[in-house]
């Protein structure tokens, strides 16, 4: 019977909220978004990007045998043609009549001589000059006494992995995302938070106001009121989650088609349950603290006031990114670390900068588990408590001492 119970009111929870026009909209407009500055982005790069072909004049003849440039996916680098010129009047007429957008010449000697002329009426942009310089060291590179080692070598490049001095901890010049993910992860727990939390601390005060509570009180405990109300807000966020990273999965998969370097995008799967295990019991706490602030307010705008307050400890790992990035593992970075409203963020980003003993992870973790089951306590009492004294605003002394009393 109590299970039931609960269980009902975390379902009405969650379907006033998932059901609503308010959140639709605000589930789908981060998506929006996305897909509109990606589309932008795309047009604007395709728009901006000039495709003119480009000349060269080869005095030396080391480009007698040119080979072939391999069709490019990035859309800001495309392959442009590179045509030969046998003299410069020529090209200069080309030039002039826009047919090239400039063209190169190379000196007898090249490549003993590596001085170069590019000649242009409108400066080109410098995707069009590495692209030349990568079909001249290809061709440069395909003379059959070149040994293919050294060819596969040049053309690769480096891929420098750094490690850590005790050997846990790796990371590849390409994994750069890794910095990145604490940032992300950071702001969309924010907002996730303060909105699944808003429905809840609003939905506690307004039914404060027109007397529900009291119809409710009748048929269950404060308790599990309480303890539905802020299950069904935690479902709420997790949904609103689940859709960001679906359609965040999908948009990289379909911006990797655009951007080869989103392609090996990955994260370590203990990475991730690391991130879960951090959020969960942060999120559980500050929707209790929310409830437990709509128990004791009487109207809502007063209520959304104090709330916000919430979001300004939240914030504050993005403020010392500087001194959190330069010493992961000092003072500062360790007590934000363990400050509960805080603890979240900077956890992510030390997590992503160095190497944090399992031990300092596993404590964070008990202490935001800790807080949430005191936040939920707190919640129900401060429920109780505000549900005697209708009309009258609470304050923590008060909540403290009837505790006592």
């Not at 604007?44 to 004049?57: A, E, F, H």
């Not at 991730?272 to 602030?293: N, T």
């Not at 709509?294 to 010392?320: C, D, H, K, N, W």
């Amino acid at each position: 019977m109590f299970k039931s119970k609960i269980w009902q009111i975390v379902k009405y929870e969650y379907t006033r909220h998932v059901f609503r026009r308010r959140f639709l909209f605000s589930l789908l407009s981060l998506p929006f978004a996305v897909i509109v500055m990606i589309g932008a982005t795309l047009l604007i790069g395709r728009v901006s990007t000039n495709t003119t072909p480009v000349g060269y004049i080869d005095l030396s003849g080391a480009l007698a045998n040119p080979v072939e440039q391999a069709p490019s996916d990035d859309i800001f680098d495309p392959v442009i043609e590179f045509r030969p010129y046998q003299n410069r009047d020529q090209a200069r007429a080309d030039l002039e009549s826009g047919a090239i957008q400039a063209y190169y010449v190379l000196p007898e000697d090249y490549p003993q001589d590596p001085n170069t002329e590019l000649l242009y009426q409108e400066e080109p942009d410098s995707s069009m000059q590495y692209q030349f310089a990568d079909f001249v060291r290809n061709t440069l590179l395909s003379s059959e006494d070149v040994d293919p080692q050294l060819v596969t070598r040049l053309t690769d490049g480096s891929l420098i992995t750094i490690y850590s001095l005790d050997g846990s901890r790796q990371m590849r010049q390409d994994q750069w995302y890794q910095i990145f993910t604490p940032f992300i992860a950071g702001i969309m727990f924010i907002i996730v938070v303060m909105t699944s939390g808003g429905y809840l601390l609003q939905a506690v005060v307004e039914e404060k106001e027109n007397r529900t509570m009291e119809i409710v009180i009748t048929s269950v405990t404060p308790g599990q009121l309480m303890t539905g109300k802020i299950i069904g807000d935690i479902a709420v966020g997790l949904t609103q989650l689940i859709v960001w990273l679906i359609f965040g999965w999908i948009g990289l998969k379909v911006a990797g088609n655009f951007f080869p370097f989103l392609q090996s995008f990955s994260l370590p799967s203990g990475y991730i349950a690391g991130i879960l295990l951090i959020l969960l019991p942060a999120f559980v706490m500050i929707a209790a603290l929310m409830a437990a602030i709509g128990s004791t307010m009487t109207e809502v705008r007063e209520a959304q006031q104090i709330s916000g307050l919430f979001s300004l400890p939240m914030t504050i790992p993005f403020y010392l990114t500087s001194s959190i990035m330069m010493n992961p593992n000092g003072p500062v970075a360790m007590f934000f670390s363990f400050f509960p409203l805080t603890s979240p963020i900077t956890t992510l980003m030390r997590m992503s900068l160095t190497v944090v003993p399992t031990w300092q992870i596993a404590l964070n973790i008990g202490i935001l588990f800790v807080c949430a089951v005191f936040a939920i306590w707190f919640a129900g009492r401060a429920f109780r408590l505000g549900m005697l004294q209708y009309g009258k605003k609470l304050s923590l002394k008060d909540v403290l001492r009837k505790r006592a009393e």
